[in-house]
């Protein structure tokens, strides 16, 4: 299959980026805090090899976070693909494992938009895209505003026309 | 919902008599039923109070419980009426406040008539109304079996005309020694006899008949009893085991039987209390095959139906519990259609997968406990690494997938496999998933998204060029636009 047409905007990855900066460093903070708590403690119930390392649990969290700020969001944001042909919805998202979904606007039941405080900020919006079925529901984040909002009433608009019993 | 009531001059059902235009109340009997249980229980708890303390304070107050008991039963018999519309049954409570539910008749998915050993005997029956997550739901507890019989009818086929009961499949008796087969029911004796131990320690406590003492010794009598003892009664645990797990079996599933009738199929099960469920054709979606290893080997499946907003489905789907696998395949034909087959492989590449993913769960933990210096569960875990070896071989070679032109399948996992049939035209999605992992072996694992039983089906590490495939093959005008090279230029572009 060939990729979606269009692009989520580059904004979306200062979006990422923020969200997963926060994430990792709140994480930081609690390997921090586990590294201090048991270096002081002197614990005996663990054994002698963890507490020695303990204070690398920091280092490794803080490591794999970095990586993960740098690598991760552009890696979605080439990943991160979206199309609305006739009568169906085509969106890749995903970055390590991706996922293809096509999801036809006669079987959508409802479609909210949403943004969080970063996206508000950044000028973004998400879109969710609710079928019967988990499996066949959709989130496609990163998108401007204006192209979110259009999109989500043209879909909404089209699934009413279309709508069939079929769930 | 109505507030108004009975003020609103809804048009009444005509094959209703007239009399049921201000409401129909419940049996009399009902309260009989309620009450019994109760006053069994507080005749028991009455009972131990007048022999430990005679004429006290505890039996006057369990004697005003059963008064308050009796009253309670009455006058929830004596405020709650239900009256049949045209498009709609309402459920009005008026005691204090005034409540009115009403179910919309074309929400309405399934009809269930249960029956507890009590009820049967007065011949009476609970009538469950289930519609759906927008109707809501409503119980009537309870009315006469006939009564019953005709709301269903009523609720179910909207002419109010009687349609035939016809058998599609039912259970032989020698099925039911299939029951020791399923994990399931070979645990249910050692959950019954825990609850039942824990409700007699709790009463004995609570008669201040355990105390440490008592409970110590005999704790101390097992340890002490001799080795033969112990071995003859493990040995007596472990006959008793499939014995009791056909009893149980025998308690919920004796004489399943499935009817069609007019548009819903009816499954009816169960020795004391006897239930029935009625399902919706036009909401069935697909059928599901499942089976274990052991079922596997004695050629046993069980088989449910996937129905569109249908809550306890497992319990309340089920077509066959066990029955030998051409039957159950025969009954599915009936119910659903001739099924796809035979199942398509998935290719080679896929196995590895499901080895690597069998075996690094154990294999994993093993590393960590062996860093931990704990080589025994180290040892233990290597010891399941290497039967997941086996494990995952199998998962693999049950992977399958199929289709027709009018259901498609997909089969997977080996401990507890299941055969899944989705008619196309219940298809709401797709879903294609690829790991890295996956895409540099060229697999994909392709979802059915269904709006009925879990909601997807996953056709796990197909070839990726099968997986469009057989998605564009289903529904060619959902994917063919995306098969070919992107039109440029045109559109929004962001």
């Excluded at chain 2, 398509?344 to 931990?372: I, K, N, T």
Aim: glycine share 10%; charged share 20%.
């Amino acid at each position: 299959m060939r990729p979606p047409a269009y692009r989520v905007s580059p904004r979306a990855i200062a979006h990422w980026a923020i969200e997963y900066l926060l994430v990792w460093g709140l994480l930081f903070g609690l390997a921090l805090g586990v590294a201090a708590w048991i270096g002081d403690s002197g614990w005996s119930a663990l054994p002698g090899w963890l507490s020695d390392r303990v204070r690398l649990l920091p280092h490794a969290v803080g490591g794999a976070g970095l990586l993960m700020v740098a690598v991760a969001p552009v890696w979605r944001y080439r990943v991160h693909r979206w199309e609305v042909s006739a009568d169906v919805l085509y969106t890749r998202t995903g970055w390590f494992s991706r996922e293809w979904l096509l999801v036809p606007v006669s079987r959508i039941q409802t479609v909210d938009t949403e943004q969080g405080w970063i996206e508000r900020l950044l000028g973004l919006a998400t879109i969710e895209v609710n079928t019967a079925s988990h499996t066949g529901s959709s989130e496609l984040s990163g998108l401007p505003v204006g192209v979110a909002t259009r999109l989500a009433e043209d879909l909404a608009h089209r699934a009413h026309d279309l709508r069939d019993d079929a769930t | 919902m109505n507030v108004h009531g009975e003020a609103s001059p809804a048009v009444r059902d005509p094959h209703l008599p007239d009399d049921s235009a201000p409401g129909r109340r419940l049996h009399p009997l009902t309260f009989v039923v309620g009450a019994v249980r109760e006053m069994l229980a507080l005749l028991a708890a009455g009972a131990t109070g007048l022999l430990v303390g005679g004429l006290s304070t505890a039996f006057y107050f369990t004697l005003a419980g059963l008064l308050f008991g009796l009253v309670f039963h009455v006058v929830s018999w004596g405020t709650f009426t239900y009256v049949l519309y045209d498009d709609r049954i309402e459920l009005r409570r008026a005691l204090v406040g005034r409540s009115v539910k009403s179910i919309p008749r074309d929400r309405i998915r399934g009809v269930d008539i249960s029956a507890s050993l009590p009820h049967r005997l007065l011949r009476l029956a609970v009538v469950h109304i289930d519609a759906g997550a927008d109707g809501g739901e409503g119980t009537l507890n309870a009315v006469s079996r006939q009564e019953a019989e005709r709301l269903r009818r009523a609720l179910l086929t909207r002419t109010g005309a009687v349609p035939r009961l016809r058998p599609l499949g039912r259970m032989r008796r020698r099925w039911y020694v299939y029951a020791p087969l399923s994990g399931a029911y070979l645990l249910t004796p050692f959950a019954l006899a825990g609850s039942l131990l824990g409700t007699l320690y709790n009463v004995g406590d609570d008669l201040g008949l355990i105390t440490r003492d008592r409970v110590e010794a005999i704790a101390h009598d097992m340890v002490g009893l001799p080795p033969a003892v112990v071995v003859a009664l493990a040995i007596l645990v472990l006959l008793a085991m499939p014995i009791m797990s056909i009893v149980v079996f025998m308690l919920f599933n004796w004489d399943f039987t499935l009817y069609a009738r007019g548009g819903s199929l009816v499954a009816e099960r169960g020795l004391i209390t006897r239930r029935s469920v009625s399902l919706e054709r036009r909401r069935l979606r697909g059928v599901e095959l499942a089976d274990n290893p052991f079922e596997r080997m004695s050629g046993v499946a069980r088989l449910g139906a996937l129905v569109t907003g249908l809550g306890d489905a497992a319990h309340r789907g089920r077509l066959l519990p066990a029955a030998p696998r051409p039957v159950a395949v025969s009954l599915a034909a009936r119910v659903l259609g001739e099924l796809p087959g035979p199942l398509r492989r998935h290719p080679r590449a896929a196995r590895g997968r499901r080895v690597v993913r069998a075996v690094a769960p154990p294999l994993g933990v093993g590393a960590l406990a062996l860093l931990a210096g704990q080589p025994w569960v180290a040892g233990t875990c290597g010891a399941l690494a290497v039967l997941a070896v086996p494990l995952g071989l199998d998962r693999y070679r049950q992977l399958g997938h199929a289709t027709d032109d009018a259901r498609l399948t997909v089969r997977s996992g080996s401990l507890r496999r299941r055969q899944v049939v989705v008619e196309h035209g219940a298809v709401v999605g797709w879903r294609i998933r690829r790991t890295l992992f996956q895409r540099r072996l060229g697999l994909a694992t392709l979802s059915v998204a269904v709006g009925a039983g879990e909601g997807g089906y996953q056709a796990v590490d197909m070839a990726e060029p099968d997986a469009v495939a057989l998605a564009a093959a289903i529904t060619p005008a959902w994917v063919t636009p995306f098969l070919a090279a992107p039109t440029p230029g045109g559109g929004r572009r962001t």
